[in-house]
């Protein structure tokens, strides 16, 4: 047997008496920030009915141990938590992941990369992972802000019936700029998923936007969050349908989310963009956006089919 055989050999799922060891070499591979977002990540998954630990794999030969996470969420969806350096074992660590992400009919598998760090992004493109956003997280204060109201009516979510809601979502999504290959490989069902996920009660503030009062159809959707501890309200989706676009109401939706935000008592509107979303990216630095975290999204992307 080949050196190489061997090392892909010696990649198994992580038994209980190793995982905490596991998910310590995990937390090595981190920067801060990256470290805390793992300890949040550990703590919702071991608060899930019966938590499925078999995404995480460790270098059953090595001690120190090394090790990969694939975390699943719901919806066809999961998180990689990359092992420690860039060399053969944790090329194999990741081809044993995308085995498992491929078994376990994963559609997109992330995972997330600080900017300028192109020995990360080489090791994961050659593991077979696409850049498929290059994400920038966006502020901005409430504060002496034009209270003027949109013109665009909000109406709550949960008057739309399932397969309405659905079709919303699909048609804000045609031709959106924003990490097209997410859309490619996501339902709207999924997407719904993934943002409940963030907030059992998130769709208390979600909403269908019509053009009046008196419209019979939605032209696009506002879909946010509270963070109460931080006082933001963050945004999960926001969009028109296409045949409402470059009409100018992207300014009036965005007004909406302000609205929103200062009726509940937030003091900031928080949201993420695709850097490649130029008309997006401009619009909100134009309402006073400023950019305080970038990252890159890398991922394994099964488009739907049929």
């Known amino acids: 047997m080949n050196n190489r055989q061997d090392v892909h050999d010696q990649v198994v799922e992580c038994p209980e008496v190793m995982r905490r060891d596991a998910l310590w070499s995990l937390a090595a591979a981190q920067n801060s920030a990256g470290q805390r977002a793992l300890a949040a990540a550990i703590q919702a998954f071991t608060q899930t009915p019966a938590p499925d630990w078999s995404g995480l794999l460790y270098y059953a030969a090595n001690y120190p141990t090394r090790a990969v996470w694939v975390q699943p ?33 994963i559609r997109l598998c992330h995972c997330v990369v600080m900017p300028n760090k192109p020995a990360q992004t080489a090791f994961l493109s050659a593991a077979g992972m696409q850049r498929v956003a290059p994400l920038r997280y966006l502020s901005a204060s409430l504060n002496n802000r034009d209270a003027r109201g949109s013109q665009l009516t909000l109406r709550p979510w949960n008057e739309l019936a399932p397969t309405a809601a659905q079709s919303l979502i699909e048609q804000v999504q045609v031709e959106s700029l924003d990490s097209p290959l997410i859309c490619e490989a996501l339902g709207s069902a999924e997407l719904l998923q993934g943002f409940h996920r963030q907030s059992p009660e998130a ?65 900031r509107l928080a949201l993420t963009v695709d850097a490649t979303n130029t008309p997006a990216r401009c619009l909100y630095e134009n309402a006073g956006f400023h950019c305080y975290h970038s990252e890159e999204i890398y991922a394994w992307v099964y488009p739907r089919t049929g």
């Open 73 to 105: 969420f719901p919806g066809n969806m999961a998180q990689l938590w990359r092992p420690q350096r860039e060399d053969a074992e944790a090329q194999a660590l990741l081809q044993a992941a995308r085995k498992w992400v491929e078994a376990h009919a």
């Open 203 to 267: 769709d208390r503030h979600w909403f269908a936007v019509y053009s009046s009062p008196h419209d019979p159809q939605p032209i696009g959707v506002l879909l946010m969050v509270p963070r109460q501890a931080q006082g933001v309200v963050e945004v999960l989706l926001m969009g028109l349908v296409p045949t409402r676009r470059g009409l100018g109401l992207g300014r009036e939706l965005l007004q909406a989310a302000f609205d929103y935000t200062a009726q509940i008592g937030a003091t």
